[in-house]
């Protein structure tokens, strides 16, 4: 079809002139280092935050399960792909998270596709902080329902819109990220749940990158006092090394999520190994708090050694502006043995292209302080 490659070659020129076109780079991982072109590099871009991917307890469940199971499920869990490995780590993270039950997905963006259309669609009202991940506004699109963004974090900004607009639609949701992924602060959880039940307006709390982290490792509804988040949402594939998505909520929610989420009832259960994999890395988390706190220990070493404002999570953004200098920045770290990939847009806003610092347990603290020198002297002042 000619029609199709000329559709295909115009859109990849165009990207190619505004330099956002991209592409998967063959990446060779073993722990903290990666090899791109010959070189390893130490990687500060890996959101495997406790390096539990090659924990050999984790590797070792996957190994088991996969020998006694097999490597995939087979079919949907409604029909034969559901497995007692399932229930156990649906359990294992409702107790983690202290809500009745839990309910895992295909992956973290399937699971956000799934959960919101399953509870707002035609009608209803999607309050989202401008900042959250792509796969919340995915499943805000895909409901159906109207969707208003608010100013990041901005608490009042979410507030007025629902004065405004809340007795317009039936059921109302506010989702957000608890640890934002570009930014690396986390949501102010607790007075959004506050402003949830005077609106009556469900919050959602997607922490992909809070869980294992942030919370004694219990994830962003426990930093600080705590926030009562009905829905939270996250991923098995960043701090805890596996694959997969999940929700915890109250019974009745989850087995709602059983019964009408898409990507649950129309795509195949998550592979055992995955799935057994997951569940040991959670006992780690679970077991460990002092391993847990690692990332944003290391983290903060960064940040104070750079005088930035104080690192919430294991993520820690420098903006550099445009996308030119965030490449530049980039390359010059990777000639210094660094790897820090360089987030451009539309990824992040125009004009706040940035290198994204991503600290794990394992990070030595004189390659951390390397860095911090290297950025304070030839990075930081690109900003400027
Ligand atoms: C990575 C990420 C996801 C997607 O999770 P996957 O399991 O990788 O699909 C969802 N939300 C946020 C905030 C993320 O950072």
Same mark, same amino acid.
């Given at each position: 079809?000619?029609?199709?490659?000329e559709?295909?070659?115009?859109?990849?020129?165009?990207?190619?002139?505004?330099?956002?076109?991209?592409?998967?780079?063959?990446?060779?991982?073993?722990?903290?280092?990666?090899?791109?072109?010959?070189?390893?590099?130490?990687?500060?871009?890996?959101?495997?935050?406790?390096?539990?991917?090659?924990?050999?307890?984790?590797?070792?469940?996957?190994?088991?399960?996969?020998?006694?199971?097999?490597?995939?499920?087979?079919?949907?869990?409604?029909?034969?792909?559901?497995?007692?490995?399932?229930?156990?780590?649906?359990?294992?993270?409702?107790?983690?998270?202290?809500?009745? +039950?839990?309910?895992?997905? #295909?992956? %973290?963006?399937?699971? *956000?596709t799934?959960?919101?259309?399953?509870?707002? !669609? /035609?009608? =209803?009202?999607?309050?989202?902080?401008?900042?959250?991940?792509?796969?919340?506004?995915?499943?805000?699109?895909?409901?159906?329902?109207?969707?208003?963004?608010?100013?990041?974090?901005?608490?009042?900004?979410?507030?007025?819109?629902?004065?405004?607009?809340?007795?317009?639609?039936?059921?109302?949701?506010?989702?957000?990220?608890?640890?934002?992924?570009?930014?690396?602060?986390?949501?102010?959880?607790?007075?959004?749940?506050?402003?949830?039940?005077?609106?009556?307006?469900?919050?959602? +709390?997607?922490?992909?990158? #809070?869980? %294992?982290?942030?919370? *004694?490792?219990?994830?962003?509804?426990?930093?600080? !006092? /705590?926030? =009562?988040?009905?829905?939270?949402?996250?991923?098995?594939?960043k701090?805890?090394?596996?694959?997969?998505?999940y929700?915890?909520?109250?019974?009745?929610?989850?087995?709602?999520?059983?019964?009408?989420?898409?990507?649950?009832?129309?795509?195949?259960?998550?592979p055992?190994?995955?799935?057994?994999?997951?569940?040991?890395?959670?006992?780690?988390?679970?077991?460990?708090?002092?391993?847990?706190?690692?990332?944003?220990?290391?983290?903060?070493?960064?940040?104070?050694?750079?005088n930035? +404002?104080?690192?919430?999570?294991?993520?820690?953004?420098?903006?550099?502006?445009?996308?030119?200098?965030?490449?530049?920045?980039?390359?010059?770290?990777?000639?210094?043995?660094f790897?820090?990939?360089?987030?451009?847009?539309?990824?992040?806003?125009?004009g706040?292209?940035?290198?994204r610092?991503?600290?794990?347990?394992?990070?030595?603290?004189?390659?951390?302080?390397?860095?911090?020198?290297?950025?304070?002297?030839?990075?930081?002042?690109?900003?400027?």
């Amino acid at each position: 079809m000619r029609s199709l490659d000329e559709f295909a070659y115009g859109k990849l020129a165009a990207l190619e002139r505004a330099r956002l076109r991209r592409s998967p780079v063959v990446t060779a991982r073993d722990g903290i280092y990666v090899e791109r072109g010959g070189r390893r590099l130490l990687s500060f871009s890996c959101n495997d935050y406790l390096n539990l991917s090659r924990h050999p307890a984790v590797i070792k469940a996957a190994v088991d399960a996969a020998e006694l199971y097999g490597v995939g499920a087979g079919a949907s869990r409604l029909v034969t792909g559901n497995h007692p490995l399932y229930e156990e780590l649906e359990s294992r993270l409702a107790r983690l998270k202290g809500t009745a +039950a839990a309910c895992v997905f #295909g992956s %973290g963006y399937l699971a *956000n596709t799934g959960i919101i259309p399953a509870l707002v !669609g /035609g009608g =209803d009202l999607v309050l989202v902080d401008e900042l959250s991940h792509a796969c919340i506004n995915g499943g805000a699109k895909l409901s159906g329902a109207t969707v208003l963004r608010y100013r990041h974090g901005d608490v009042d900004h979410a507030q007025a819109l629902l004065a405004q607009h809340r007795v317009a639609h039936e059921r109302a949701l506010i989702a957000t990220d608890g640890v934002f992924s570009m930014d690396g602060d986390v949501a102010p959880l607790s007075a959004l749940a506050e402003l949830g039940r005077r609106h009556d307006a469900w919050l959602l +709390a997607d922490d992909a990158h #809070g869980l %294992g982290v942030v919370g *004694n490792g219990r994830g962003s509804a426990f930093v600080g !006092g /705590g926030a =009562d988040v009905p829905l939270q949402m996250g991923t098995l594939s960043k701090a805890v090394g596996a694959y997969g998505g999940y929700l915890c909520a109250s019974r009745a929610v989850i087995d709602l999520m059983r019964t009408r989420a898409r990507p649950f009832i129309y795509s195949t259960g998550l592979p055992p190994p995955v799935v057994a994999a997951a569940s040991a890395a959670l006992d780690l988390i679970a077991g460990d708090a002092a391993y847990v706190a690692e990332p944003l220990r290391k983290a903060r070493l960064f940040t104070r050694a750079l005088n930035l +404002a104080e690192a919430q999570s294991a993520i820690v953004p420098v903006i550099v502006g445009a996308a030119d200098a965030a490449l530049a920045a980039s390359t010059m770290l990777e000639d210094e043995g660094f790897l820090v990939v360089p987030i451009r847009p539309p990824t992040v806003p125009a004009g706040t292209a940035r290198l994204r610092f991503a600290f794990t347990a394992q990070h030595p603290e004189a390659a951390i302080e390397r860095l911090a020198g290297i950025v304070r002297s030839r990075v930081v002042g690109l900003a400027a």
